[in-house]
């Protein structure tokens, strides 16, 4: 890993043993793009890749008479010269003007990672990273912008942000702000995306990228469950195994856009940030604007080449604290048993035979606080009901305690009913625009978290249940996206940095729980996977996957999170059949075998089966006590997708490739075909693996496969509807 700097020719080279990120400060000051790949040598000179033929109908600039932005690779595009694409960022001045040219200052190389202001990003040691901050002015706007990049030694990753200065004496605004913009030099490429709606999150969509532009985004305040923000732009003929492709994954849980976009002379523009709708940001003389970290991954090997990077990345550069890399507790959560309608025996009932089974871990869900018997009550209340918990959270995480077990609870800070105490003291405390109407969601408002006070008063409470209590886990939920975004707190030019403002809010109060509390696991959620993104993982290691707990679906969902999130990320549990989202039953055991690949848990009341499943129930937990940490931190591989076929197979190596489990699914049976061969991955070829009894060679599992001949062939149909096998494989 280093990074050069060619003081002659203007050019810097970042690299580690996989990738090279060279750039240029351009023929008119601005930062240019010579190349993103695959490692190459260094040279001193690559100044040949900049393109000075100024072809008809062309604008160039004015000194160099040559020199096009549109017909060259940028950095972080400007707006107002001569490149009429897509502009990475826009700031308006005192006199109207939104024109800027920032030239280059100066620049530092150092080692290591410098954090970012209130915001979640990578983290890395001095031996670990390195980091380039190029300054760049712009004289007439009185500002300096600073480009940040990280190259980690040990991923083909190169994470970026920006931060902005006003250097001037009178206030600009920020119009738009990006965290990053990649210029590609050809437009050969796919756009994959990750979208869907509540219970059916991250699904991929793939499509051909060509002139103008694809985007995806979100203007809920979180980052959604419709799109979320990461994007995987890829060759063609790149798949799962081989080929090459750049993940582009944005540390940030609000408003974002992804933006791909081809011009006429064939350049590829990809941009990540806060989407700059209804963004403004005030910028005082003397202050500083941070964007929110863009992590930018290569791979020449396939999708699972450039998942695995994600994965490590995140697990060891992102998940902080004691929870980081340290396999998670098995869990039981109460929803799905009883909704809110419980009490203290109930719960102790359900957690009794939990930890009989062998559960380590009681999450006790929506419903234990102020009046908060259905969804219309109590948010914002976060006192304990005294029916359902007479000696509060301290008296039952005792008992709980006591038969063995962790205790943790749900929460859903941001919120508010307008039937609480918390309204009723407090209207002013929602984000709401004065003399309209409040739109609900799940009859609920959302609390103004740009206001420091909210955040405190909700801060203080929280406190107080969690100091009081013996607490080891919190499940911050998060439960409709925000609208009618404004807050009296601004003044009416600052309503643009109201839905920023919110996500700090939201940030401030994990940072302040997460270190009053380290040592609680935080899971975050919000319906399910509605903001499902590497700035919540910062935080909360975890994250609930989905609402939707039926098995076979969420071989889909987890499938298409694995693309961009660590396995150990994944919250998933066992639930009761039929399934109550899809009504759908699935065995007891292929209900666990798509858990495992997850942090794993249980969703039900664990005394409604029957001795039968109950013993299946507690061999599942033995099973995964004993795997979950090569589950969870190996390297994992998909290895059939769901989304192509009418089966799923995935398989986690561990680091030595000693050992390795895969699963097998069969979402639909077929008839009348041949079982065929799963192909395995990432095992050792010339080592010798044990697989139900049997000696297998690395390479012959990988390259001829396993028969799927016991595995899924049942007469005429190749394997049963949800049937499923996970298996183990060890190097004798
Ligand atoms: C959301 C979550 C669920 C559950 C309920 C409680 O829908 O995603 O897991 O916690 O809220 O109200």
């Known amino acids: 890993m280093n990074i050069i700097w060619h003081n002659q020719s203007k050019q810097y080279h970042l690299f580690n043993e996989k990738i090279s990120y060279i750039m240029c400060v351009t023929p008119v000051g601005e930062i240019g793009s010579i190349y993103f790949g695959k490692r190459i040598h260094d040279k001193d000179d690559m100044s040949y890749v900049i ?30 010269t001569t490149d009429f694409g897509t502009q990475a960022y826009e700031v308006e001045q005192p006199n109207g003007s939104r024109i800027s040219s920032f030239v280059y200052r100066n620049h530092r190389i150092y080692r290591g990672k410098p954090a970012i202001t209130g915001l979640p990003a990578t983290y890395a040691s001095e031996e670990e990273a390195m980091t380039l901050e190029i300054t760049l002015a712009d004289n007439f706007a009185k500002m300096t912008l600073t480009l940040f990049y990280t190259i980690f ?66 203007k809920r305040g979180t980052s959604s469950a419709n799109q979320n923000p990461f994007v995987i732009v890829k060759r063609p003929d790149t798949d799962d ?12 849980s609000g408003n974002f856009l992804a933006k791909a976009e081809g011009n006429s002379f ?56 004691k929870w980081k890399n340290t396999p998670r507790p098995i869990l039981i959560n109460n929803w799905e048993a009883t ?124 406190k107080k249940v969690i100091g009081d209590a013996k607490i080891s886990y919190i499940k911050w939920d998060m439960n409709r996206s925000l609208t009618e975004v404004f807050s009296p707190d601004l003044n009416a030019d600052e309503q643009g940095m109201v839905y920023h403002k919110y996500v700090l809010g939201v940030y401030s109060l994990y940072e302040r729980l997460t270190n009053e509390f380290p040592d609680i696991l935080f899971e975050s959620c919000s319906s399910g996977g509605n903001r ?27 499938y298409g999170t694995s693309y961009g999130y660590p396995i150990s990320s994944i919250g998933a549990h066992v639930s009761a059949v039929p399934n109550q989202q899809t009504g759908r039953t699935a065995p007891i055991e292929t209900r666990a075998n798509v858990a495992y690949f997850g942090t794993f848990g249980y969703e039900l009341d664990l005394n409604t089966l029957s001795e039968e499943e109950f013993d ?41 490739r000693k050992e390795a489990i895969f699963g097998f699914y069969c979402l639909r049976s077929n008839v009348n075909m041949m079982p065929g061969f799963l192909k395995l991955a990432g095992l050792d070829p010339d080592a010798l693996y044990e697989l139900d009894g049997e000696e297998y060679y690395g390479d012959e599992l990988m390259h ?16 049963k509807d949800f049937v499923s096998y996970v298996k183990t494989l060890k190097v004798k």
Not at 389 to 399: F, I, V
């Open 266 to 321: 064939g350049r590829l523009r990809v941009l990540m940030g806060i989407h700059p709708d209804r963004f403004t940001w005030v910028l005082n003389p003397g202050e500083i604007f941070e964007t929110p970290e863009v992590v930018i991954a290569m791979t020449d090997c396939g999708l699972n080449g450039l998942s695995q990077t994600y994965h490590e990345l995140y697990n060891n550069h992102l998940v902080r604290g």
């Open 704 to 719: 001829m496969g396993v028969a799927l001949t016991d595995l899924c062939s049942d007469g005429l149909a190749t394997g």
């Open 616 to 656: 299946k129930v507690k061999e599942q937990i033995r099973f995964m006590k004993e795997h979950r940490e090569l589950l969870q931190f190996g390297t994992f591989f998909r290895l059939r997708s769901p989304f192509e076929t009418d089966q799923a197979a995935w398989i986690v190596v561990s680091k030595d």
């Open 241 to 252: 195994f081989m080929g090459e492709a750049f993940g582009f994954s944005f540390v940030y």
């Open 51 to 80: 393109n000075r033929f100024a072809l008809p109908n062309v604008t160039v600039d004015p000194d160099t008479e040559s020199y096009s932005m549109e017909l060259n690779r940028q950095e972080y595009p400007s707006f107002g």
């Open 339 to 462: 909704f809110m309608d419980f009490d203290e025996e109930k719960i102790l009932s359900i957690a009794r035979t939990a930890r009989e089974a062998g559960v380590e871990l009681f999450v006790l869900d929506d419903g234990w606080f102020g009046e908060r018997n259905d969804d219309y009550a109590g948010l914002g209340d976060w006192i304990e009901n005294p029916k359902k918990l007479p000696q509060g959270m301290a008296g039952l995480s005792s008992k709980i305690n006591a038969l063995g077990m962790k205790f943790g609870f749900w929460i859903e800070p941001e919120m508010v009913n307008p039937n609480s105490n918390l309204f009723r003291r407090h209207p002013e405390w929602v984000l709401a625009a004065p003399g309209r109407k409040s739109s609900l969601g799940r009859h609920q408002l959302v609390l103004d978290f740009s206001r420091e006070e909210v955040v405190d008063h909700i801060y203080g409470m929280l």
């Open 532 to 558: 499902y993104d590497a700035g919540m993982l910062y935080y909360a290691p975890q994250a609930w996957c989905s609402d939707n707990t039926d098995s076979i679906d969420r071989i889909r969902i987890q």
């Open 153 to 218: 030694k040990d991923h083909p990753v190169i994470a970026r942000h920006v931060a902005f200065k006003n250097e001037g004496a009178s206030a600009v605004k920020l119009t738009r702000a990006l965290s990053a913009c990649v210029d590609l030099p050809d437009m050969d490429y796919e756009w994959m995306q990750f979208s869907g709606a509540w219970a059916r999150e991250r699904i991929p969509e793939v499509k051909k990228i060509s002139t103008g532009a694809l985007s995806i985004e979100s």
